[in-house]
């Protein structure tokens, strides 16, 4: 019960870290962070956020799903 949402929320941080041109800089820094380093580990945090949230959505697909057809059968 995969929706084009669930999949879309699974590729995003994909696609965000196989951008390497977009971010292989130095600036700006985050607290002596630089860039290169701060824009992958906010890629990893919001793909288990985002990972979260694919699975929250398909979890209540797959329930309604089974709602249905628990109707249809009864």
Same mark, same amino acid.
């Given at each position: 019960?995969?929706?084009?949402?669930?999949?879309?929320?699974?590729?995003?941080?994909?696609?965000?870290?196989?951008?390497?041109?977009? /971010?292989?800089?130095?600036?700006?820094?985050?607290?002596? $962070?630089?860039?290169? /380093? $701060? $824009?992958?580990?906010?890629?990893?945090?919001?793909?288990?956020?985002?990972?979260?949230?694919? /699975?929250?959505?398909?979890?209540?697909?797959?329930?309604?799903?089974?709602?249905?057809?628990?109707?249809?059968?009864?």
């Amino acid at each position: 019960m995969t929706t084009r949402l669930t999949l879309l929320l699974l590729a995003t941080p994909i696609v965000a870290v196989l951008c390497v041109p977009f /971010y292989n800089r130095v600036t700006p820094t985050l607290d002596g $962070w630089p860039f290169f /380093y $701060w $824009w992958q580990t906010g890629c990893v945090l919001a793909g288990a956020l985002l990972t979260g949230a694919a /699975y929250l959505l398909d979890a209540r697909a797959v329930r309604k799903a089974a709602a249905r057809s628990q109707e249809g059968g009864a």
